[in-house]
Each structure stands twice: as C-alpha cells, then as structure tokens.
C-alpha cells in the first residue's frame, strides 16, 4: 500500500511529497535512538526496492521521501543522531543505489518533540525539556519541527499550551541567531566522533535487519517487535530505580502540592454530535454507488492492482473510513503481535 501511495501520487500530484518514513511512533513506544533511525532507514531501502522492481529510477522517488524523528534529553547524541542519519543515507543513495540527482541524495526530516519525555510531576518542567529537545533538532539541521505542549501528558493541548509551544520555535529562530549558520557544531571533536559511531551503530542494525530477510520480515517474524519491548523495559526499569533521572519524578522531588493548571476537556456533546453528523451521511448519499465503489476497491485489493483510485473512488462515494477498514480487513487481514519471550 505505501509503494501504491507512492505511485498514485508521482502520477496524479507530483509535486506533493511521497511518504514519510516514521521512526518517531518507534521511539515513542520505546526503543532506542539508534533502532528508531535504523528501522526507518531499512524501510526506506525496502520501499525504493520495490519501486525499482516496479519500474521506477531512484531519481523519480528518493527525492520526495521525508524522515521523522523523535528526540530524547541527550542533547549532544540528538545533534549526532541527525547528523549521522543524514550522512548514512547520502551514502547509501549514492553507492548503492547510484542516484545522480544530489536531490535524491538529501534526507528531508521532521522533529516532533518527546511525548513520552513528559511527565504530570511538575507540568511547567516540561516546557524546558521541550525547548533543549528543539534546540538540539535545530542545531541537528532539521527541515521542519513540532514541539510538543507542556500539558500533553495530561490531555491534548489547550490554545494556550500550543501558542507557548510555537512561541518556542519561534524563539529559537528569530532570537537565538542559530539558524543563522548550517552545521554550527560541525567540527567539534566530540561531536564528530559521537556523530561517527552512531553512524556506525545505526547501519550495523540496518545490516542485521536486511541480514534476517528485510524490514518487512523484521516485523513479520516478531524480532523487531521484540526488540522495542526488551529495550523498553529494561529502559522503564532504570527509570523506576533512578538509573535514568527525570527531575521531579524520581530526582529532587518536592513536596508541594500539585499546580493547578488547565487541563484541556472535550467539549460536551461532542461525540453525539459525530454520531448524528456520521448517521445523517448514511442517510443521504447515494448507497448504490457506495456499494460500487467498496465492490471496487474490494475486487482490486483481491487481485494486487493499486488501490489507491480506487480509495479515492469510495471518498467521493461519501463512504465511510469504517467502511473502508472493513474491506481492508477483509482482504489483508490484521496484524497481531507476535507472543513476546
């Protein structure tokens, strides 16, 4: 489906970028900084494989393929993260793949900051993380970032969280002066090294995944469903007895009440007015072409034709993303984690 998207998409609005590979959700589950971009990376390899097979130059496709990442508090192994993933993927589009255009050899990425980073422990605290998270993504060259609000370890964000949350981005670009220089850290001893092997670590488990079938096979098999978990719980255990230290959580915690912030609350009625809105389409689209379009996207997942038209057919039919799931579910099956250890 991911290679059917990139496909109708080069076809139908060319300039719109393909897909984002996600190692951000990977990290947010709990694995470590390294598997988060190596998993991404694999998947990119894999993707670009299968376009090829389908007939597609690595110059039609690379260049519009985006990266999103997710960082933790250590500020110097974000910066070198991003650097190291950047410099990993130029090579391999260079030398494996033999892309010409220089475009297909960039790494377009986003940052979102840490969600799992935030804690309930003295909510304000979590702005400061949020803002060193941006600043390392910055200083790491990203094309584009999100900063999480202070209070999104309690609900979704009020107006006010997320307008401090842009006042944060904001900030660093117009006041900080250091979007003003490419790479301002580069050069820096420690830096080059830590950016060097974590270069190193990060195509090391890329090796170790295509060794064992593939990106899709690493899911398939369980080994990297497995390895989030391990990572995450070993990684929950160092935060319980204080091995990793998070302040006010379990390190200098205080005594003093709670504050009393504005947590946000979904309105009253919301959900029975999605319901009434939802039921109302039922009543009024036409259910003969809805059944048309299902029996179409039915028919072509059956026989592993793009399926994207024929999505798009079922949106103008007014059907239903439910709908849509069902067919999907039908034809493809549900994936259920495999039993761990």
């Known amino acids: 489906i991911q290679c059917d998207n990139i496909e109708f998409i080069r076809k139908n609005v060319p300039q719109w970028n393909f897909i984002t590979l996600n190692g951000y959700n990977l990290r947010e589950f709990g694995t470590s900084g390294v598997t988060e971009m190596a998993v991404a990376v694999a998947n990119g390899i894999e993707t670009i494989e299968e376009m090829i097979s389908r007939g597609h130059d690595v110059d039609t496709i690379a260049g519009r393929l985006a990266f999103f990442w997710s960082p933790a508090s250590d500020f110097f192994e974000e910066i070198a993260r991003l650097r190291a993933v950047r410099r990993l993927w130029y090579k391999i589009m260079k030398h494996r793949f033999n892309a010409k255009n220089p475009r297909s050899m960039w790494m377009r990425c986003h940052v979102q900051t840490s969600g799992v980073s935030l804690v309930q422990q003295e909510p304000l605290n979590n702005i400061i993380r949020s803002a060193y998270h941006a600043l390392a993504a910055v200083f790491g060259g990203v ?199």
């Open 143 to 341: 094309q584009s970032l999100h900063v999480d609000s202070y209070d999104e370890a309690y609900s979704v964000p009020t107006e006010e969280a997320a307008l401090l949350s842009l006042r944060t981005q904001q900030i660093i670009q117009e006041e900080t002066g250091v979007t003003d220089v490419v790479d301002p850290l580069g050069g820096s001893f420690f830096v080059e090294a830590l950016t060097d092997d974590i270069e190193k670590r990060i195509l090391d488990e890329v090796d170790e995944i295509e060794k064992g079938g593939g990106y899709v096979a690493a899911i398939e098999s369980g080994k990297l469903h497995n390895k989030i978990a391990t990572y995450f719980s070993n990684q929950q255990r160092d935060i319980e007895n204080g091995d990793i230290k998070i302040v006010a959580y379990n390190v200098y915690k205080s005594d003093a009440e709670a504050p009393d912030i504005n947590v946000f609350r979904y309105p009253e009625g919301v959900e029975k007015r999605q319901r009434e809105k939802l039921e109302r389409l039922r009543m009024n689209r036409n259910n003969e072409k809805v059944n048309k379009a299902l029996a179409g996207l039915k028919e072509a997942c059956a026989k592993r034709r793009n399926i994207l038209p024929y999505s798009v057919a079922c949106a103008r039919a007014r059907c239903t993303e439910g709908e849509l799931f069902k067919v999907f579910k039908e034809a493809y099956g549900l994936w259920k984690p495999p039993a761990l250890w």
